[in-house]
């Protein structure tokens, strides 16, 4: 009787496993049915678009995203952490297949992503990790080769060593505080000195002139300014023109942006460092996209895919793009033959 009621339970669990696997897979059957039968729809909230590269990733991303059948909800959250939030909680409401977030606060955001994940909304970080929540996919550039990047080209342009401004974005933004660790790393052990230290409150470009002012008053002189970003420099450089210093201090930035650009071969940038954004946008929409028909990115990511571990303990798949530094001798090869920016408006001034 007793080994009859084991035999019994044992088949009541078989049925019971194989009934369960039945209804995963009628499941997953069921969610390629629904995406199949309904337009796909992204969700994607910026940060801002006050800086130009971010206008750039809006219309490539979302183009990409048309072609491949989607249709692409932007927001942009002005640099607003509250109304980001607002704005994923209605992505949420309106059932997206997959939100794609460029963070104000790569340090808050956690529960309204959890909500989005919990409901089975894929959530791609773009540029910036999240790090108080796990994400799906984490695409960006390696923010720290920036900051290495940038360093190298000041110790080649002061082999003697000198005195360093730097002027880094918000500390919220992770990915300026990676290019100011590779940059400290990079310089460790080096002739250059950081005299002057300021970040950059939401990445106002305003904040670029106020440093300069500032560090001519306290310290008086100083050979290079390190730039978050080139709308920084722009300002740093603004700051320096008015004392006659344009083209005489070292000053890098990052982003390849026109005006930088131009700067550049008029003499008054050193460098910049140029982000394959095109490739980046893409790369973002297309996962997106894969992700909303419930597809696997492993191919995707093969020969470049690791995991990135955020400040909250999370592995987040992780696809990187390696930056260039730009200069007045490699323009052409960087900016200009990759259709980056025409040749017509780099060169307007010089030629």
């Not at 078989?14 to 039945?22: D, E, H, P, R, Y």
């Not at 082999?159 to 100011?180: E, F």
């Not at 106002?204 to 001519?216: H, M, S």
């Not at 320096?240 to 083209?247: D, H, P, Y």
Request: hydrophobic content about 40%.
């Amino acid at each position: 009787m007793y080994k009859k009621k084991w035999r019994l339970l044992s088949i009541c669990l078989a049925a019971a496993m194989l009934l369960a696997s039945c209804n995963t897979a009628e499941k997953q059957g069921d969610k390629k049915e629904d995406q199949k039968s309904k337009e796909l729809k992204i969700g994607i909230t910026f940060d801002t678009f006050v800086l130009e590269r971010w206008i750039r990733d809006r219309e490539i991303f979302v183009n990409t995203a048309k072609k491949l059948g989607a249709q692409v909800d932007v927001q942009n959250a002005n640099g607003d952490v509250k109304k980001q939030e607002r704005q994923i909680r209605q992505f949420i409401e309106e059932g997206v297949d997959t939100i794609v977030v460029i963070p104000v606060d790569c340090y808050t955001l956690s529960e309204v992503i959890t909500q989005a994940r919990e409901k089975g909304i894929d959530v791609i970080s773009y540029d910036r990790l999240l790090q108080s929540t796990g994400a799906d996919l984490y695409v960006t550039v390696d923010s720290g080769k920036v900051g290495r990047l940038m360093a190298d080209t000041m110790m080649e342009k002061l082999p003697d060593g000198g005195d360093v401004v730097l002027i880094s974005g918000p500390k919220a933004d992770t990915n300026s505080m990676d290019v100011l660790n590779g940059f400290k790393a990079e310089i460790e052990g080096s002739k250059l000195n950081i005299v002057s230290e300021t970040n950059a409150k939401s990445w106002a470009p305003e904040n670029g002139f106020q440093a300069v002012t500032e560090a001519f008053q306290d310290i008086r002189e100083f050979d290079a300014v390190m730039c978050g970003n080139d709308g920084l420099a722009g300002y740093a450089i603004k700051a320096l023109s008015e004392r006659q210093m344009a083209g005489k201090v070292i000053v890098t930035g990052q982003d390849a942006d026109l005006d930088a650009c131009q700067r550049i071969v008029e003499g008054t940038q050193t460098m910049t460092v140029y982000k394959p954004i095109e490739e980046l946008a893409r790369i973002a929409a297309e996962c997106a996209v894969k992700l909303a028909k419930g597809e696997s990115l492993v191919g995707d990511l093969i020969g470049r895919s690791e995991y990135k571990v955020n400040k909250n303990g999370d592995q987040v798949p992780y696809y990187g793009l390696d930056p260039v530094a730009v200069t007045a001798d490699n323009m052409d090869e960087v900016i200009i033959d990759s259709g980056f920016h025409p040749r017509s408006d780099v060169y307007l001034n010089v030629e």
